[in-house]
């Protein structure tokens, strides 16, 4: 997974979370209580895929720059002044 899909899942993740909330809101001053599990169980649900997404990123990112400092090291020259 690219750092772009990751992004994309969070973004959604989140929206469809803060739609979740305000439904749950909408629900429980409802009385329609069967319904708040339900959203709320949404909810949970999608900021943990939005927490795993966002570790995963984590990794792809940090991995790339690992990856780009180590070719960068090989790429310096390493001539010092060598004292006789």
Known sequence: MGKKTCWSIIVITIAV???MLQWTVEAY???????????SG???AMAFIAFLTFL?????EYAADSQ?????????PTSFPIEK
């Open 56 to 60: 995963q990123w984590r990794k792809v």
């Open 29 to 39: 001053l409802g009385r329609d209580n069967e319904f708040v599990l339900l959203y």
């Open 68 to 76: 780009q400092q180590t070719k960068e090291r090989k790429a310096e």
């Open 42 to 44: 949404i909810g949970i």
């Open 17 to 19: 979370n803060v739609m």
